[in-house]
């Protein structure tokens, strides 16, 4: 499974850009949708924003039955999760908060090629002196890292 191909579309791309950006003070996290591609191809079709402050377990049962019972269709699944944590979320160079970790192990349980999917801005600490457009020069906005959940 280690080289499982992950292909997105470009509207689950944007969603989770938009989710990070409009919540960049929060951690943020969604779901990914989609379904397996080839043998080792997991295509993610669309994301859901799910939370971008604190959540009760009460909610993250209800919001996965909505996904289940609104967003899929045909053969689509919940293939994995993605999380814009904030660096103070990330304690131990962890790559993910213990909350996406335990909801990963949700979706694994359910879909052996389950992704997790980091998103992490490429910026700078914010500086009230310099124009906004001073502070993206040489930034790629936000960056993507695939992994894949076991």
Known sequence: MANTQLTMKDRAYLIMHLHAVKYHNFDCMGVLI?????????IVEDS???????FQTGTLEVAFDMIESVYLKGEQKIVGIYEAAL?????????QTPLAQYICEQVHAQFR????VQVK??????DDEL???EQLKGSQGL?????LVN
């Open 113 to 116: 090629e389950a992704v997790f």
């Open 131 to 133: 124009e906004v457009e």
């Open 34 to 42: 989609g379904q397996k591609g080839g043998s080792n191809e997991v």
């Open 143 to 147: 960056l993507f890292k695939k992994f």
């Open 121 to 126: 801005p490429d910026l700078n600490a914010a």
């Open 48 to 54: 859901v924003p799910l939370f971008h402050q604190r």
């Open 87 to 95: 660096p103070g979320s990330l304690t131990g160079g962890r790559e």
